[in-house]
């Protein structure tokens, strides 16, 4: 089977296999500073994973907000405005994964 090389923001190496859109899935990894926010909340199509890797993220989907530590995961419709914020102290790590 053959692969195509992909760049992501924070990943070393993607791969995709040749028979899929390079759209389809995509994964990529970000920080958060503390008091920092990724981007006002968006939408877009798709479904969208966001995986703590280390700290504490708030995550606003629509009128609700949850708090997600480490080894946790929210999965959103993306169709919902959606964002990620560190209120904590400490640097926010984490994956995000987004299906279409």
Do not use: C, Q, W
């Amino acid at each position: 089977m053959a692969f195509t090389s992909v760049e992501k923001k924070g990943i070393k190496r993607f791969l995709i296999a040749d028979t899929l859109p390079v759209d389809r899935l995509s994964v990529h990894r970000s920080s958060l500073a503390r008091g920092s926010s990724s981007h006002a909340p968006h939408t877009h199509d798709g479904v969208e994973a966001f995986i703590i890797l280390n700290g504490t993220a708030t995550m606003e989907v629509g009128d609700e907000v949850r708090t997600l530590g480490a080894s946790e995961v929210l999965v959103v419709d993306a169709a919902v405005p959606h964002t990620i914020r560190n209120e904590s102290t400490e640097a926010l790590e984490y994956l995000v994964v987004v299906s279409r």
